[in-house]
């Protein structure tokens, strides 16, 4: 198995960047306000592997305490969102956020 | 204010009264207020005749002089000259009384025959009036003391005599005639306003009595050119008035006038007006002045006696008389028989005054045949006309024991001393042009007095297609009589035509009748010593010490010939009585001297002359020895240009009139095209500068205005498509801010 080459930060940081491209992705092209909003937690995520690869190879503690407190920041963040979504559709009748565009008026 | 000055007053405003009633209240009042007019002027006349006893008669002093003035105009004190007044005033001295009885009496007479000749005229009140205002401008002119007023009542007399001479305007010939008048007129006025501002210019004041003292002081700053200058200017007002040579066209056509009117202002008071004015200024008249003077009058003498011989008007060959016999006058003045001229004036003013009226009676009852051809016979039919016309053509032609005589007399004899005196042969052509003149008087007058009233009547000889009504508008006359039937005229016109012709003898004016100058008149009336000559910018003393043996010389020689009144010596003592004008001309005195000596020789060629005329006339007219029409014939040209009256109105119209139409043609070419042509081109510049400025507004300034709304219009329309409203844009610009921002930083890393 020496042939193979260990893991190592790159394959991390390649993952998350990934992750946040298909997140990007889905924000920028997904009309449905919820699959947005996964996108931004696949941002999110990828924020979060991101700190912690670097906090596994720089040997800190800060990044682990960094995703801690992300993940709750995205639990409440989800919750608020989740919350305007349901706004949002009462007053719209719809979820797709390309019918939303009253604010340009 | 001396009595005589307040009675001269009254003398003058009387018939400016008779105008204002007579113009304004004519068809108010019974015959139309032609008694208004007459008595006014007998009024005048009356108050006029005493003024002329006062000074004439009772106190009989050569050197008598009132005058009174007033502040008309104060102008103030007037930077750079000084207190600057125009005054105005009134000076009676003997010259003036003589005046004003004989204008007065005229007028008076001209207004009485009116009364008959005038009768029936539609305009009849309003005839009167112009009359009074012509006899009341006439006035002001003889009583005026200074150049101003006279100038005033001179342009008066020219605005009287127009409405006079187109009293009859429904005729086109006396509209033309007045309009030709008036402007003929306005050409010697001109230079005589330019005359008096010379004299203005030095002297700041319009007065007589100021411009002499002054001239005598020898205040007079300029060289004596322009003194010269200013003399002659004066006398164009005097051609103009008086007909002399180049302006004498306008009198003939004024006989277009009524004929009374022809007496009065034609031959008796207005011509006489610029030989008057001519005599008022003598003494400032240089000798240069005075011999052109002399030269236009002998020569008008000639001319207008050449032209009167062959004029078939009655009253053109009286028109034409007038005006030789102004030329004679003027000629007076110019060699400086002033007394003779103006004696010259009186008499001929009372002689031509009965001509004309007299030949208004035969008009009236020829009814309104004017043309002496077509005449004849009258002797018998109009027997007091004959006999008054008769004397006065005497005195006209300058017989023995007539007043015309003496005048005429002493003016050839002044103009005998002048020629000697100036020595020159040139000189001696005045003395002849005159004696040539007289003659021509002489055969002229008896071709009228032949052709008029002797003979057979020629009426039935004129042709019948010629015949046209009414020389003067008034042909009710005409169809009530046979054309034939010639009757004496009424009593109110044979009157003036009496009196007149009475005037017209020589007991009138002197006792004997070969000397004028032992008549009162030639004793009242003395050359006034002159206040210019050859020595007139040095102090008057000099001048007196200069003059004195001169005058030594000359006063035993005049003593000699018995007149020790000569003019000179009243003119030396004069100087000592008011020690002002302190000398008498030696030129004066030796002309007088010379005049007084050829006296004899001036009676003897003149009868001579006139003998020879009225043998001529009666030669060729009377006895028919030499036929009239066949010697015309002989001598075509001459008849024809004489007929034509020397061609003067042709060279006129040729060049005069042809030049002002050309003139007028030409100025009106430059305003249409020039004048007018620089207005159009800068409204066209303006029109073009407008419309630039409109652009430059509507292209630039607006273009300016619209860019930035446009410019920031396309800026919105950019932005606005930025601004969708929705979230994933926004995004997606964060995106590309962002990743702008990273090759932004890589580049510059890289670089």
Redesign the interface.
């Known amino acids: 198995m020496e042939h193979l080459i260990p893991i190592g930060l790159n394959h991390y940081l390649t993952i998350s960047a990934f992750l946040f491209g298909f997140g990007?992705f889905a924000?920028?092209?997904r009309k449905n306000a919820i699959v947005?909003l996964m996108g931004v937690e696949l941002i999110l995520n990828a924020a979060n592997i991101n700190f912690l690869a670097f906090s596994k190879y720089n040997g800190g503690m800060g990044g682990v305490m960094f995703s801690l407190f992300i993940i709750v920041i995205a639990a409440a963040e989800a919750a608020i969102a989740l919350a305007i979504v349901i706004n949002i559709f009462k007053i719209f009748k719809s979820v797709d956020?390309?019918s939303?565009?009253?604010?340009?008026? | 204010m001396h009595s005589l000055i307040q009675l001269s007053i009254v003398v003058l405003l009387l018939p400016l009264l008779s105008f204002v009633i007579l113009i304004f209240f004519n068809r108010r009042l019974p015959r139309r207020g032609d008694f208004v007019g007459v008595g006014i002027l007998g009024s005048a006349f009356a108050i006029s005749a005493y003024i002329f006893w006062s000074v004439i008669v009772q106190t009989y002093d050569p050197a008598f002089r009132i005058a009174w003035d007033f502040t008309w105009i104060d102008l103030g004190n007037v930077h750079g000259i000084g207190p600057l007044q125009v005054r105005m005033g009134i000076v009676i001295d003997n010259l003036t009384a003589i005046m004003l009885a004989m204008v007065t009496l005229i007028s008076l007479l001209v207004h009485l025959y009116s009364t008959g000749y005038m009768a029936g005229d539609k305009n009849y009140g309003r005839y009167f009036a112009f009359l009074g205002i012509f006899t009341f401008s006439m006035l002001g002119i003889v009583l005026s003391d200074n150049l101003f007023s006279i100038y005033i009542f001179w342009e008066l007399v020219g605005l009287s005599s127009y409405l006079l001479i187109g009293f009859f305007f429904e005729k086109q010939s006396a509209a033309d005639a007045q309009k030709k008048a008036f402007l003929v007129n306005r050409v010697g006025d001109i230079g005589m306003w330019l005359g008096i501002l010379i004299l203005y210019s030095q002297f700041h004041t319009f007065s007589f009595e100021q411009i002499y003292a002054n001239l005598a002081a020898g205040k007079f700053a300029m060289s004596n050119a322009w003194l010269t200058a200013a003399g002659l200017l004066l006398f164009m007002g005097c051609v103009g008035k008086s007909a002399q040579f180049p302006l004498h066209i306008w009198l003939p056509d004024a006989m277009e006038g009524p004929t009374p009117v022809s007496a009065l202002i034609h031959a008796a008071t207005m011509v006489a007006a610029g030989v008057y004015f001519v005599a008022r200024i003598f003494v400032l008249l240089t000798p240069d002045a005075l011999h052109v003077i002399a030269f236009i009058g002998a020569f008008t003498a000639f001319m207008a006696a050449t032209i009167a011989i062959t004029q078939n008007d009655i009253k053109r060959v009286l028109a034409y008389s007038t005006v030789s016999q102004l030329g004679y006058m003027v000629l007076g003045l110019g060699v400086g028989a002033y007394s003779a001229a103006l004696f010259h004036l009186v008499t001929h003013a009372f002689f031509k005054a009965c001509l004309f009226l007299g030949s208004g009676a035969i008009i009236h009852a020829m009814h309104h045949e004017q043309d002496m051809r077509w005449m004849g016979g009258l002797r018998k039919n109009m027997p007091w006309t004959f006999a008054t016309f008769t004397l006065a053509t005497l005195a006209l032609a300058g017989l023995p024991l007539t007043s015309g005589f003496m005048s005429k007399d002493a003016i050839l004899a002044g103009a005998i001393g002048f020629a000697q005196v100036e020595g020159g042969g040139v000189f001696y052509l005045i003395p002849a042009l005159g004696f040539f003149s007289a003659m021509l008087t002489a055969f002229y007058m008896g071709r009228q007095i032949w052709l008029v009233f002797f003979g057979e009547s020629r009426t039935h000889l004129k042709p019948v297609d010629n015949h046209h009504h009414g020389h003067d508008a008034h042909g009710a006359h005409d169809d009530h009589h046979d054309a034939h039937e010639v009757h004496e005229v009424s009593w109110n016109m044979r009157a003036p035509l009496v009196i007149l012709a009475a005037l017209s003898i020589f007991f009138v004016y002197s006792p004997n009748p070969l000397d004028g100058a032992e008549g009162w008149f030639m004793k009242m009336i003395k050359t006034p010593a002159t206040v210019v000559g050859p020595a007139n910018h040095n102090c008057a003393t000099t001048l007196v010490k200069a003059a004195s043996p001169l005058m030594a010389e000359a006063l035993p020689a005049v003593a000699a010939h018995g007149a020790t009144d000569s003019p000179a010596v009243a003119g030396g003592e004069h100087a000592t009585a008011k020690g002002e004008h302190a000398f008498a001309d030696p030129r004066q005195a030796e002309i007088a001297h010379a005049a007084h000596a050829a006296h004899f020789p001036a009676i003897y060629i003149s009868s001579i002359m006139v003998l020879v005329g009225i043998s001529l006339a009666g030669v060729v007219f009377v006895f028919k020895i030499i036929d009239p029409d066949k010697t015309a014939q002989a001598i075509r040209p001459l008849y024809l240009f004489s007929l034509n009256k020397w061609y003067w109105d042709e060279i006129y119209e040729a060049t005069f009139i042809k030049g002002s139409v050309v003139l007028s043609k030409m100025l009106s070419w430059f305003d249409t095209n020039v004048i007018d042509g620089m207005v159009n081109g800068v409204a066209f510049l303006v029109r073009k500068l407008a419309f630039a400025n409109n652009s430059f507004d509507k292209y630039v300034v607006d273009g300016f205005v619209n860019f930035t709304a446009f410019s920031v219009n396309t800026t919105g329309a950019v932005l606005r498509k930025l601004?969708?409203?929705?979230?994933?844009t926004y995004?997606?610009m964060l995106?590309l801010v962002v990743f702008g921002y990273f090759v932004f930083y890589f580049t510059r890393l890289l670089y």
């Open positions: 990007l924000v920028m092209t947005i956020v390309s939303i565009d009253t604010m340009k008026e | 601004q969708t409203g929705k979230v994933q995004v997606v995106l």
